[in-house]
């Protein structure tokens, strides 16, 4: 099959490292994968297998008004649709919602399949109202939008009705792939140090502000943990300055983003998530099926369709208090033998959300749409 996935960049990112896992599965399992991108491919963290066609159409960038924005986004779908024309792909994953709406808006009458794909819940990553208007009008012309959780799916039948959806979480490798930069957890960690580790972009979606304040409330007691927060984003500096003033320069560390996130999970020994909103958290998945219990903040989607909440880690709620957050993780910080048995059966998200399973069911999803879209082209 020729597939052709668009996204706005491969930077780092839940959704970028999706496309990528995809990507690279697709090929080896004999399909003809093109990923296109509106960003440069000088601005790509990860990394594909050579074999994968990368198309950067360099046609990033904000509108400065309304104006620039309709040019600018035209012009988009007419690149878009020329690739799309001159590739001639079976069928056309848009990632994201604003990526999706294009490449439905770019495949009009060229019968080519457009599947969007959603990668947040909706409701806690509001667009701004024109973008809103254009995912609610192309939607229902897309072949099927690909939600990561039934609560999402069922966002999508309230919201926009006539649009045909279905539920694939994502898949997780394991073990996963390695790329620079890389850094052994050794260089910040001394041996015998236990570890408190959270992963994710340093923005205010995933509120590591709160993840701070736990940890503060609890260093004195465990004195023999720190915390490290792998990724990058803007409120690293915000960040610098709460962990300076919590006193905790010596036991907290923000070494930015890793190739090697493996070896983390691997030397973690718990993981903490304290997001606000998240479709399907990948670092989540990763970090249990590498071994570690984890605690989360029960937010809308993504982390209850994942732990099992008693068995495998704890769910926090109410979203984005740090008391509730601060009792779970001392309960699993202070109880080797508790954080020791939900460590082991953490790993059955291996088998849960395996590469094979999932691929299995996006397999049979553009079995059905390409077979339909070949009966109505008749």
Sequence with gaps: MNIVIFIHSLRRGGAERTVVNLANEWLKRGNQVTVITLEDKSTDFYQMNTGITHVSLNLAGESSNVFNAIFTNANRILKLRGMFRRIKPDIVLGMMTISAALAILAGVRLGIPIIGSERVYPPMFLLNRF??????????????????????????????????????PNPIPYPLSVFEPKLAPQTLLVNGRKLLLGVGRL??????????????????????????ILGEGPLRGMLESQIKALGLESRVYLPGGVGNVGDWYARADLYVMSSSFEGFPNTLVEAMAHGCAAVSYDCNTGPRDIIRDGEDGILVNPVGDVAALTSALDQLMGDDERRERMAQKAVDVRERFSVESVLAMWDSLFIKVVAKSATQLK
């Design 203 to 228: 923005a205010e979606q995933k509120r590591f502000d709160c993840c701070l304040m736990s940890f503060a409330a609890l260093a004195k007691r465990y004195v023999d943990w720190d915390l490290v």
């Design 131 to 168: 973008w809103h208007k254009i995912r609610q009008w192309t939607y229902p012309y897309a072949a099927l939008v690909v939600m990561q959780t039934h609560k999402g799916l069922t966002w999508l039948q309230d919201e926009i009705p006539r649009a045909n959806g279905a539920v694939i």
